[in-house]
């Protein structure tokens, strides 16, 4: 069974600062990766989606890597704003076409 | 329409009655799914239709659940005999065909009392 893992489940930044966020997963063989993004009692915004053969995708100050073979990918966020602040989840596809979500990282970027 | 629309946002029932609640997908996309999410947690996948027909219904979590989607289109969720850990927010999801990019709705909030 697919097992995603997102660390920290926390983190608080001043603004202007670059940050990683990680994703972490238990079974490789997966058809894509996505990237989302949840305000607070809202629904998810997709952010980036990354084919399992792609190693990464930018998005403006967005950055998605994929790595299958150690089982993890990042989410890099440039220039952290205010507006950055929300909770993001990774979610994969392994092909059983419903995406298995991890717990997210709440982001909370300080002015 | 413009995106995936979910209908009522917020609802709130009596422990044992029975609710609806509606998705309207992005127009073309053949593939719908459902998801519930409780606080602090990842959505959890509840069921996936391909066109008319539920492809995948093995995450609903009892015969009290029930999800149908008559013309290939607009999904509607049931809940009977409502419980108060039924309460979460639920989650409505489209994409193109299976595999592709998911979009999701705003969810409707949920909550048995």
């Known amino acids: 069974k697919q097992e995603v893992t997102q660390i920290p489940a926390a983190l608080s930044v001043p603004e202007g600062e670059n940050l990683v966020l990680n994703c972490s997963f238990t079974?490789?063989?997966?058809?894509?990766l996505q990237w989302f993004r949840q305000d607070p009692g809202k629904g998810l915004t997709s952010l980036l989606l990354?084919?399992?053969?792609?190693r990464e995708q930018t998005s403006g100050r967005l950055n998605a890597s994929l790595d299958k073979s150690s089982g993890r990918s990042t989410l890099y966020i440039a220039a952290s704003q205010p507006g950055d602040s929300a909770t993001y989840l990774c979610?994969?596809?392994?092909?059983?076409?419903?995406?298995?979500f991890g717990s997210g990282t709440r982001l909370q970027v300080q002015p | 329409g413009a995106g995936v629309s979910q209908t009522p946002s917020n609802k709130v029932t009596e422990k044992g009655k029975y609710v609806e609640l509606r998705c309207d997908p992005i127009?073309?996309?053949?593939?719908l799914y459902w998801y519930r999410q409780s606080l602090g947690q990842g959505p959890e996948f509840l069921i996936y239709?391909?066109?008319?027909?539920?492809?995948?219904d093995s995450g609903l979590p009892n015969d009290r659940f029930f999800a149908v989607r008559p013309e290939g289109s607009v999904s509607t969720l049931k809940i009977q005999r409502t419980e108060r850990g039924d309460s979460a927010m639920y989650l409505c999801?489209?994409?193109?065909?299976?595999?592709?990019?998911?979009?999701f709705g705003q969810g409707t909030r949920l909550t048995v009392v």
């Open positions: 079974d490789s063989a997966i058809y894509n």
């Open positions: 979610a994969l596809d392994t092909g059983r076409r419903a995406l298995t």
């Open positions: 239709f391909q066109g008319t027909g539920a492809a995948d």
């Open positions: 127009s073309g996309h053949t593939a």
């Open positions: 999801a489209s994409s193109f065909q299976a595999n592709t990019e998911a979009f």
């Open positions: 990354i084919q399992s053969s792609q």
